[in-house]
């Protein structure tokens, strides 16, 4: 396939080797094709300055602002004893705000001849805080001078100057003059959009995109440019994902259809209630997908309580029934445990195949985890490969060389973005045919992520809680500026089990870290309060001495020995343990109807959705639940905004926006997606829905009907650099 040889030329050929290093290594970029996608962050206009009241803290920031003030101090130091230490202090405004840049030693010279009152300038480093006022120490500049016309400002911006995401090694400036030396070749880019839908939707052409959004004249310019960008990356993603699904409905899978009064029949007549509305046409669809002779790719999202596991389990049930055995991973030991556990409760007497009592359909249900004892291990894979075993549950080691199945028709993955691609891959190759797959997951994720992120896999979703599960009242507990509402907090929390229910307290730490907590990375709201967040085995000490003497106080962590862990977590469902006071272990999955009362502490330091997950663990029985999340952080902080969002709504969907709002796309999935967000540079998941939402179907259409791409060259070359990096593995394994 030709490539575009002008859009493909190495940078270093273009540059020079020395940019062209610090742009690989610091920015990514290696091709002129590759600096030309990387798109100016924003514009300044000449006449207008940045908003200096508004810089963020430890980051590289450009301005462009007015020097207003000049001095040249000199003083004494070790270096200098005869007070010959000079120190330039300048002070540059743009109407909203001051701010003070510093120069030392042989540094001074220049910018104190340049630096004059009334001198605008770009000026570019790392924002820092001195004596509490901001500034930049030595900071890169460029002045813009209206006289010199080989400086002017028109050489390198018209009336817009682009400013580039930079690093330390490349102020932006010197981003735009090198984006200035390949632009020309912007002219050969090949465009990846059919004419058909360019001209429909009335999108300006790649070359001409290119231009406008690194040399816009107009505000206008911007935005014809971004519009038809935001097309190129949705497109090009929704037909890598489309080919996908594409290929996927051409692999050959077992059609499992169960008959009519087998084991799923014996299973729903056991059942004590009825299924909700949203159950039954849930397991419509995922049944109809399991009667095709091509395997099921389907995401199953409910909120924690939806009954999701009842859904699966019922598929699982129906591929038994139809000769097939299902394979259910969790992503933790003791949530492994946990679903054996309700799943063999959930059955009874159907879980029993082969055992006296066991009902007439009844099957075994076999548990495989990393740490069972060697015999119960053998015999767990015995009964998996002679087909004795229709269901098993476990972990990640289900996919080990040594575990074989007689018949592998259905895997059904919980915590999808826990578990990575390659394992599901690994767990695919079991079956004599790719057997069906379907993925749990209880983060609500907005329809435009899950058609980005999960784009391969069809999506069903379970929004109604079954009857009789109570609402979960939560409060902000400010504790720094009303202690007292955190003394109530535990008030509280011996209110509940008073009246015979218990407790979780959640911590972000465990507290036996060897490491220095100080050491750890910190972002700016740490720096503020200036203590490690709380930690489990303190936090539990404390309370059992304090405010909950008297209860008792058991703790659970990720660092315990899975027998521990396990004999912790069936004190504390047996009702022997009144509060359990833990990390994030008990995030997914941990299932005690009779906890009622949830206290985070240091909440602040949690995501949203993880809040939202962690507190979908109380109310699950009859009673109401209550969740109180504590933080010491401000009123007007972000952190604080965090939370009153979580108080304020039960609605996992609409707090995954809000998520998605303040984090950025890319750690909603964690690692295992970040290949989706990093080839997604102007295209914003929540904003563009309409965009993604387009974008699928017209890739679609055009897959079905040319899935080789054959009168697309530009779109097979964007496809190729899409797939190139990491996120061929992503897309591939998907």
């Keep these: 396939m030709d490539l575009v040889p002008a859009l493909q030329e190495p940078l270093k050929k273009v540059l020079g080797p020395a940019t062209a290093k610090v742009m690989a290594e610091h920015l990514g970029l290696h091709t002129v094709g590759d600096l030309l996608h990387h798109y100016p962050r924003r514009y300044e206009e000449r006449g207008q300055l940045t908003h200096l009241a508004d810089l963020p803290m430890d980051e590289h920031v450009t301005v ?106 490349l102020e932006s400036w010197k981003i735009g003059k090198a984006v200035q030396t390949v632009l020309p070749s912007a002219q050969e880019a090949l465009d990846p959009l059919p004419p058909a839908l360019r001209e429909g939707r009335g999108l300006v052409s790649l070359p001409e995109a290119l231009l406008k959004i690194h040399r816009p004249h107009t505000k206008a310019d911007i935005a014809a440019a971004r519009d038809r960008l935001k097309w190129d990356e949705a497109f090009v993603l929704q037909v890598a994902l489309a080919r996908r699904r594409h290929a996927d409905a051409l692999l050959p899978a077992v059609a499992r259809k169960p008959p009519p009064d087998g084991l799923l029949t014996a299973f729903d007549d056991r059942l004590p209630f009825t299924l909700t509305d949203g159950q039954q046409k849930v397991s419509k669809e995922i049944f109809d997908d399991l009667a095709t002779e091509h395997p099921m790719h389907r995401l199953l999202q409910g909120e924690v309580g939806s009954g999701k596991t009842l859904v699966a389990l019922r598929a699982m049930l129906a591929v038994v029934d139809a000769g097939g055995q299902a394979a259910m991973l969790a992503p933790t030991e003791v949530l492994a445990q946990q679903h054996h556990r309700s799943i063999t409760k959930m059955m009874g007497e159907l879980a029993e195949g082969g055992m006296l009592g066991g009902a007439e359909h009844a099957t075994k249900v076999v548990l495989l985890t990393g740490s069972m004892g060697t015999a119960a291990r053998r015999q767990a894979m015995l009964d998996l490969v002679t087909g004795d075993a229709g269901i098993v549950i476990g972990t990640h080691a289900l996919i080990e060389d040594k575990v074989q199945f007689h018949d592998l028709g259905l895997v059904v993955v919980d915590e999808q973005h826990r578990f990575g691609v390659e394992q599901r891959d690994a767990l695919r190759g079991k079956g004599k045919q790719p057997p069906h797959l379907l993925v749990m997951t209880a983060t609500p994720i907005p329809r435009t992520v899950a058609m980005t992120v999960f784009g391969d896999l069809e999506t069903s979703v379970l929004d109604q809680l079954p009857a009789g599960r109570s609402p979960i009242a939560t409060h902000v507990v400010p504790a720094a500026d009303k202690p007292h509402f ?32 100080r050491k750890a990375k910190k972002s700016a709201e740490d720096e503020a309060e200036k203590r490690p967040p709380l930690a489990v085995l303190d936090v539990a000490d404390q309370l059992a001495k304090g405010p909950l003497s008297g209860l008792k106080v058991e703790v659970l962590h990720g660092r315990m020995h899975p027998d521990d862990k396990d004999a912790v977590m069936r004190r504390f469902a047996a009702g022997e343990t009144d509060v359990l006071v833990a990390t994030t272990v008990i995030e997914v999955g941990v299932n005690v109807p009779n906890a009622t009362a949830m206290v985070i502490m240091d909440a602040d330091r949690f995501g949203v959705s993880q809040l939202h997950q962690l507190r979908g663990r109380v109310g699950r029985g009859s009673a109401p639940g209550l969740c109180l999340l504590v933080t010491e952080m401000p009123e007007a902080s972000p952190a604080r905004q965090r939370l009153t969002a979580v108080a304020s709504t039960l609605d996992g969907f609409e707090l995954s926006r809000i998520d998605l709002e303040q984090r950025r796309e890319g750690d909603v999935l964690g690692q295992a997606q970040s290949g989706a967000r990093s080839s997604l540079r102007v295209l914003a998941v929540i904003e563009d829905e309409e965009i993604i939402a387009e974008a699928r179907e017209e890739a679609t259409t055009l897959v079905s009907r040319d899935p080789d791409l054959t009168d697309l060259p530009g779109l097979r070359t964007a496809l190729d650099a899409l797939l190139d990096e990491e996120r061929e593995q992503f897309l591939e394994k998907g």
Aim: hydrophobic share 40%; charged share 25%; with cysteine.
């Design 486 to 517: 955190l003394a109530r907090a535990w008030e509280r929390v011996r209110e509940e089990v008073g009246n015979g229910h218990q407790a979780y307290v959640v911590c972000p730490r465990i507290g036996d870290e060897e490491d220095d907590p």
């Design 64 to 169: 462009v602002a007015m020097v207003a003030d000049a001095r040249l101090h000199t003083f004494a130091s070790a270096k200098a004893p005869r007070g010959k230490g000079q120190r330039l202090e300048v002070t540059i405004t743009d109407g909203s705000g001051r701010l003070q840049l510093v120069f030392f030693g042989n540094g001074v010279h220049k910018p104190h001849k340049e630096l004059l009152p009334g001198t605008r300038a770009m000026f570019a480093g790392k924002v820092s805080v001195f004596n509490r006022r901001l500034q930049l120490a030595h900071p890169a500049y460029e002045l813009l001078r209206g006289d010199d016309p080989s400086e002017s400002v028109e050489t390198w911006a018209g009336a817009l100057i682009p400013l580039y995401p930079a690093t330390a090694k």
